[in-house]
């Protein structure tokens, strides 16, 4: 359930993205955005565990990517969807 996963506990701080970024707390902001979005856009009944596998996965995939201050707020929100909508097609039950 969704109300078993407190969002705040991966949400990303700017020391998380000093090393990476030449803006570390706009890209904190950014990733942030995402682990919301896919916070408010699981269904309330999602398994525990798939939502923190998805917000894993999203940390993983943005942390460190270099074109995170370059994608407006759309696009991230339609990877969020992409992502929610294909989860269980993607094979993704490995990652944790």
Do not use: C
């Not at 969002?7 to 942030?32: C, G, K, Q, W, Y």
């Not at 407006?72 to 909508?85: F, G």
């Amino acid at each position: 359930m969704k109300s078993n996963v407190d969002i705040h506990v991966v949400l990303s701080t700017f020391e998380d993205m000093e090393d990476v970024h030449d803006d570390p707390d706009e890209a904190s902001e950014r990733l942030n955005f995402i682990l919301h979005g896919i916070y408010d856009a699981a269904e309330e009944d999602i398994e525990t565990q798939r939502l923190e596998q998805i917000l894993h996965y999203a940390w993983e995939s943005w942390q460190q990517d270099a074109h995170l201050l370059e994608i407006d707020d759309d696009e991230l929100l339609d990877w969020v969807d992409h992502t929610l909508a294909t989860w269980d097609d993607a094979n993704n039950d490995e990652i944790s």
